[in-house]
């Protein structure tokens, strides 16, 4: 049986949008990257410190998706989770976010920040870091806190949200440099005022928020929400402070993701 050009082009035209729809609805969101950074200043070091980062869940309902992330997230056995902020929009997605907790590993420590939409949804802040104290994770509102890993002291500072908070990265930064120094901070547009008022040495930031544009057409990024500067994705390695920016796991206002695939990061230190 021929096929005339015409009908051809018309079957390959609506097989490329059936694709694209397939991959924005489904691939990106679903199907999470685990990048690896291997940071370590000690070349000799046999056994570095892993730390996950996981940034703008955008809670909504714990599904199959998240049952099998959690696994994923227990199997990676990390000695650190960072939650990066935005992991719910509001009070009602509590019950659902506690889910996650209670399906990772207890034993493994875990910290956290605020992002825009836990004030914006008006969520309970209360509520929450009490359920994040009840699953061995501290929540850091212009704070910092001390890790003893592997024998190292690690310094995690958490900043407030640039735009729902009242981020102050000089209330927060710790008074003394420790063996390593990792700065919280989910709207990448606040790193200017870091790299200006940092005392203390800092080897890296960790934001979310841009969820790498979320919708990205090669490049071109119709819509990316206030707090980002000039902050998309990935690493920016030319500030005085290196910076990575993750394009987190959930999705905000439209359910979709193209050129923006779903990431949980893994940092070895």
Avoid at 40 to 50: G, Q, R, T, V
Avoid at 60 to 73: E, K, P
Avoid at 170 to 176: C, F, H, L, R
Avoid at 196 to 216: C, E, M, R, W, Y
Wanted: contains cysteine; charged residues 20%; positive net charge.
């Amino acid at each position: 049986m021929k096929i005339n050009r015409r009908k051809f082009i018309k079957r390959g035209f609506w097989l490329s949008v059936l694709f694209i729809l397939l991959d924005a609805f489904w691939l990106e969101r679903f199907f999470i990257r685990y990048p690896e950074h291997h940071l370590s200043k000690d070349d000799k070091l046999i056994d570095p410190i892993k730390i996950l980062e996981i940034s703008d869940i955008h809670m909504r309902s714990f599904g199959y998706i998240w049952q099998r992330a959690c696994r994923q997230i227990n199997e990676q056995k990390p000695d650190l989770i960072c939650f990066t902020g935005d992991v719910v929009d509001g009070k009602s997605d509590l019950n659902e976010f506690e889910k996650i907790l209670a399906a990772i590993d207890i034993l493994i420590p875990k910290v956290a920040i605020l992002g825009n939409w836990e004030y914006w949804g008006r969520t309970d802040l209360q509520a929450l870091q009490a359920m994040y104290q009840k699953y061995n994770c501290t929540l850091l509102v212009n704070q910092h806190k001390v890790f003893q890993l592997k024998n190292r002291n690690i310094s995690i500072t958490g900043v407030d949200d640039l735009l729902g908070g009242q981020a102050n990265y000089k209330q927060a930064e710790p008074p003394q440099v420790n063996d390593f120094h990792l700065v919280l901070n989910h709207c990448p547009a606040y790193n200017e005022t870091i790299f200006k008022q940092a005392n203390t040495p800092v080897d890296f930031i960790l934001s979310g928020h841009t969820h790498g544009g979320q919708v990205n057409f090669f490049g071109f990024v119709p819509f990316l929400p206030p707090g980002c500067g000039k902050y998309l994705n990935g690493w920016y390695r030319k500030d005085i402070i290196p910076a990575y920016v993750s394009k987190g796991v959930g999705s905000n206002l439209f359910p979709v993701r193209f050129g923006a695939r779903a990431e949980m990061n893994i940092f070895y230190v």
